[in-house]
């Protein structure tokens, strides 16, 4: 193509790109977080784990802020919560926040444990065990949780009555 045929493009994307990708903090990011090289057989699939520790970060972080709020008692507990969603700021999104988080990261623990049974990972035995003590600890807590639950109902359907 002649120079004359040339026609000038206001933004060109890839020297845009290029000149962006070589900036100082830019450079650092692109070369880990977008273009890492690692294994080929190393998929998204191997992401989950990190997800999860993230996941775990953020509901002790949020769980934290609700236990500043939240009274444990049969009269209060209720009340508390309506307080953490009314009045404490941001207090709602912190709540939704940790329930759903909770369901998310129970979700990718299941999604993480079915990779490892699909790739074979579990040949890893210690790491295979140390998941295994994460995943009953988890459990423990959900049915600490389901408990604690069923009797604040039992307890407000007593209050109810009298
Ligand atoms: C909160 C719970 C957990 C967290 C934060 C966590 C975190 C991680 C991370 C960051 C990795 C490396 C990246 C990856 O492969 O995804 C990993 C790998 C692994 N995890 Fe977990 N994990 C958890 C639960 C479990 C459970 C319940 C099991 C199985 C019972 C398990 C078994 C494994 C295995 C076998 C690997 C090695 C995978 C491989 O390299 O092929 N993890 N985990």
């Known amino acids: 193509m002649s120079q004359k045929n040339k026609k000038f493009k206001f ?3 890839s020297t845009f790109k290029t000149r962006v990708s070589n900036l100082p903090l830019m450079s650092y990011i692109v070369s880990h977080l977008i273009y890492y090289p690692v294994p080929a057989n ?3 699939g191997w992401g ?3 997800m999860l520790g993230f996941l775990l970060i953020i509901q002790i972080i949020t769980g934290l802020f609700l236990s500043i709020h939240y009274v444990p008692d049969i009269m209060q507990a209720f009340y508390s919560v309506e307080f ?3 009045d404490v700021n941001n207090g709602w ?3 939704y926040l940790h329930s759903t988080g909770a369901s998310c990261l129970f979700i990718a623990l299941y999604v993480h444990m079915l990779r490892g049974l699909y790739y074979r990972s579990f040949k890893n035995l210690i790491v295979w065990i140390t998941g ?3 995943f009953v600890r988890h459990l423990i807590k959900l049915i600490i949780l389901k408990a604690e639950f069923l009797q604040n109902c039992k307890n407000l359907k007593f209050m109810v009555r009298c």
């Open 11 to 13: 933004f060109n994307y």
């Open 42 to 44: 190393l998929t998204y």
């Open 48 to 50: 989950i784990g990190s």
């Open 84 to 86: 953490i969603m009314r």
């Open 93 to 95: 999104l912190f709540r």
């Open 132 to 134: 295994v003590i994460l």
